[in-house]
């Protein structure tokens, strides 16, 4: 393994300057209102004393991420000032000059070097059982060119501006980390990283019970089920004073003041309603989409009373709290009871089925994909944040490949309507063709012995999105609809994409389930 990583480490570092070169010719690209979001912060950190960083509200894009992510502008707006200075004066609202698109654009680039060294890491741990003739054919390069060039994170940080590479970084850093059984450094990324983006307590459960069942436990039975003697307390207690370090550090300066239930209320604002103003792909999506029409389908047939139905909210592009017209509103309490059943079948066998940090990852990626399939107020771009792990074993496992497969052509371009700009139409398509190509032959060619990695069902289901693309881009922007009936593109995209979602989490939760795990593996 060392000779290999040795050998890598040209073509590693020249796949690494390719997409960062790439990252660099998208600066002068579109830039979402996330732009300003962070521009706002940049100015917020900079001029106010720490304990109004949580009610400013001049701008609309209040600061809504926990207290590193703050720190983090406070420190990017000591080198902004070199730039433009105007960009740190909080009543410049959009201000957006050339400086300004450059500098924050540079600084999204340059701390992906954090997610660049955590792919690496990642790669070390490949299983090596097919190692390939070819460079090109190595499960370690395919992974790297999946993580590095992965689609995704290249138009949601680079082009719609967000800094999901260096948190997905610390994500991917702290699995390395744990493959090394260096538990206690994983542990310390991860709780770094909660204070740093919330969302990732999504995937906590997974930290939680693989740190107790396979560090907290030092010790398996020969038939591989745990020996509750070995339980020490030294090192539960070990992980919990990183977890109250790292708290009181974020946290604790806004204990101090008084201040924690505004900071709560800014990180958890359950008022913005239950999905995002373009609907992420998951199963709310489809309870919308059937509740939608049941109500068109009700006022035909006169079932329903036209008066007494709420504005369509949930179509009109607003981010508020709506009302369902025929089945039941949904509430945070429903979506997170759903959300913790839809996870706990994944927790149980991470913890009576072992199989060490593939198992850990393996529960990971389903309690992503659980809270992104229930979660509240979810957004499209949460699905990263189970496509990038799921690379990890894309490359070990023809079945994993087939998932991995559906679950990122379909969730890449359930993120299309992001890029909705004339000129980026066709960046974002081509780049899209580039990844899902390349995906495709590399994980085909590496599993060739294995037969097709999907069914003729599947095929044609992922072929289905060419001519929704068309309709969506070119033949409904042509049609009278447009003006009356706006939302039907996004609507479209979102409940198409939402099936391919949902058949993946099923597929890949029914594979963790149903397969068999030997005494070695419980073992080890």
Known sequence: MAAASASGGCWFLALALGVSLLKCLLIPTYHSTDFEVHRNWLAITHNLPVSQWYYEATSEWTLDYPPFFAWFEYALSHVAKYFDQEMLVIQNLNYSSQATIFFQRLSVIFTDILFVYAAHECCKYVNGKRPGKELLEKPMFVLAVLLLWNFGLLIVDHIHFQYNGFLFGLMLLSVARLFQKRHLEGALLFAVLLHFKHIYIYVAPAYCVYLLRSYCFTANKADGSLKWSSFSFLRITLLGLIVCLVSALSLGPFAVLGQLPQV??????????????????????????????LAVVGIKYKFLDPEKIPKASMTGGLVQEFQHTVLPSVTPLATLIC?????????????????????????????????????????EKAILLAILPLSLLSVESPKRAGIYLILTTTGHFSLFPLLFTPPEITTKILLMLLFTVYSFSSLRALFRKEGPLLNWLETIYLIELVPLEIFCEIVFPLTPWKLKFPFIPLLLTSVYCALGITYAWLKLYVSVLTESVSVRQKAE
């Open 264 to 293: 709560i209320s800014r990180l958890f604002p359950f008022k913005r309603g239950l999905c995002h103003a373009y609907w992420a792909p998951n199963f709310w999506a489809l309870y919308n989409a059937v509740d939608k029409t």
């Open 339 to 379: 959300t913790f059943i839809s996870i706990l079948p994944s927790v149980f066998c991470l913890w009576f089925k072992p199989q060490g940090p593939r198992g850990f990852l393996q529960c990971l990626i389903l309690c992503a994909l659980s809270s992104f399939m229930f979660g509240w107020h979810v957004h």
